[in-house]
């Protein structure tokens, strides 16, 4: 499995709220890409990164920010949590060219 | 970004081969079709990808049409554990990041 990994694995937090989600990789890849999962919506990109401080918005940006400080982390904050942002986030990497792996997933859910 | 149309489900008996097929009619020449999996609520997972040519690793075998309008996943020998939600992309170009589009996907029941 490549080494990705996400945290924190669960989350509860409350409407208004920050939200920062951390993905960590041990691969040196120069890809790294935030997903989010829904019912009958599969998975949607929300956010990549292309370099370190590079990033690119995905289909579903709105309400997200992401940044990218060091090769081996990408995070992803909601400024301030809505119910809508209630989903599974699924963090992946890849090399240029290269095929996307996925992290664990983290859970959050917005009260 | 090429769309990709799947069944919605499937079911195959325990042991047999799980072909499941995808179309993906509006690939363009450079696009390679990827498939993943996704167990229950864990990550997906990378299964075979290919652009042109029959491929096969220790999971699968990708049979891909010679006007690549479509392809079939090919589990040789179906287990129990091999129940999953099963995803045909077409992987956009690197001026898109290289992201991945996912659809419905298909999920496939393996039943003893």
């Known amino acids: 499995d490549a080494g990705i990994t996400q945290s924190p694995r669960h989350k509860v937090t409350e409407t208004g709220t920050p939200v920062t989600l951390r993905c960590h990789q041990t691969?040196?890849?120069?890809?790294m890409y935030w997903y989010r999962q829904d019912p009958g919506h599969g998975l949607r990109l929300i956010h990549y990164?292309?370099?370190?401080?590079?990033?690119d918005k995905g289909e579903v940006s709105d309400g997200y920010s992401v940044s990218r400080s060091k090769t081996e982390d990408f995070l992803l904050t909601l400024e301030s949590a809505t119910s809508s942002q209630t989903s599974v986030y699924f963090c992946?990497?890849?090399?240029?060219?290269?095929?996307?792996?996925f992290g664990p997933g983290t859970r959050l859910l917005v009260l | 970004d090429a769309k990709t149309t799947q069944p919605t489900s499937m079911d195959c008996a325990e042991g047999r081969a799980a072909n499941l097929p995808c179309n993906h009619s509006?690939?363009?020449?450079?696009?390679?079709v990827y498939w993943y999996r996704q167990i229950h609520s864990q990550g997906p997972q990378y299964i075979i990808h290919?652009?042109?040519n029959n491929e096969t690793n220790e999971m699968a075998s990708l049979i891909i049409t010679e006007d690549r309008k479509s392809s079939t996943l090919i589990l040789p020998h179906a287990t129990l554990r091999d129940t999953a939600v099963y995803y045909c992309?077409?992987?956009?170009?690197?001026?898109?990041?290289?992201?991945?589009?996912f659809g419905q996907g298909t999920e496939l029941s393996v039943k003893p």
């Open positions: 509006t690939i363009s020449g450079n696009e390679y």
């Open positions: 992309i077409v992987r956009g170009g690197y001026n898109q990041g290289g992201k991945l589009i």
């Open positions: 691969e040196n890849h120069r890809y």
């Open positions: 992946a990497i890849s090399g240029q060219g290269e095929t996307q792996y």
């Open positions: 990164s292309y370099g370190v401080k590079d990033t």
């Open positions: 290919g652009l042109k």
